[in-house]
């Protein structure tokens, strides 16, 4: 049987102890064990009999065929290289935050997006993952983090690849969360997008209150096509609109999320633009200076640029952070996962 644990239904989980003489009940212990404590190797699960570990061990059937295969460290942020089933690789990224840890999540194997200031986008596109091979990077966040005692609390869905262009297996995966299962409210899931107008308004409509991040990257439609391809396919005027129907339709923040990069987009009279098509708004501005990669010519801008660029925003009565940079030195900020995927 080529397929895990986390992709059964729940028939077929039940279809399978059968087949080792397993009564129902021990797929509650098994599933707790998985899903809440997020053990991903059946000799760990103590309380079923170790008759039982042996045959769940040896049944072909593995909690989940991700592993990870390394893990990179600083005082905050724990990336997380993760081998898939059919040998891609993706990465994931733990972050500490006063408020709880979150779980920075891939979509896709790559990404189409190909955004000039992102590892990820430059790298090219392999394939799409599976609701359950999202649900298994939060599986091993939470094996990680079991030895502290600790799980992971919020879900960010900003990891390689563009989370919207992968819909259903997204939206799948975060239903899985919000499930009984897990039991991370919607209200701590973050879905970042280039922007991709169709499917941020279907987004809408799931009846799911998270949160929206969009990558806008500059003030103009001009600009924004040299950094982002898909800036000649969704005019900026026509996502901001769409921004709006989605904070009015679902009650939650959205967020715009802005790289600085040196003499490209963080000048003064970029800042003013921006200004000017959002001043009035609700919207929520993360600044984000350029986190630079191996390949890459662009630059970060100083810190004195930044600043200036925030407090342009916060004197039009905008509300501007410069985000808290987290590994960095480790390749796990943010645009810089799978550039080069370190084993």
Known sequence: MSIDFVSMTQEMRISWLETLGQPKFRLKQIEEWVFTHGVVNYADMANLPKSL???????GVPVTFSRVVAEHHDATTTKLAILLGDGQAIEAVVMQYHHGISLCVSSQVGCKMACSFCATGTSGFRRNLTR???????????????????????????????PLDNYDETIGFIRLTCSPLFG??????????????????????????????????????????TLMPTGKTYALNKILATMHYYAESTGRRVTIEYTLIKGVN????DADELVSKIKGSK?????????????????????????????????AGLTATIRRELGSEIGAACGQLGGNIRQ
């Open 53 to 59: 570990r042996e045959d769940l061990e040896s049944s």
């Open 132 to 162: 359950h091979e999202m649900v298994s990077q939060l599986l091993l966040a939470n094996n990680l983090l079991r030895a502290k005692n600790a799980k992971i609390t919020h879900i960010v869905m900003m990891g390689m690849g563009e």
């Open 184 to 225: 991370i409210s919607p209200r701590r899931i973050t879905v970042s997008t280039c922007g991709l107008v169709p499917q941020m308004e279907r987004l809408a409509h799931e009846d799911l209150p998270i949160n929206l991040s969009v990558s806008l990257h500059a003030p103009n439609d001009e600009l924004r096509s």
């Open 266 to 269: 963080d000048r003064e009279k």
């Open 283 to 315: 919207f929520h501005v993360n600044l984000i200076p350029l986190n630079p990669f191996l390949g890459s010519a662009l630059e970060r801008p100083s810190p004195a640029r930044t600043r200036k660029f925030q407090q342009i925003l916060t004197a």
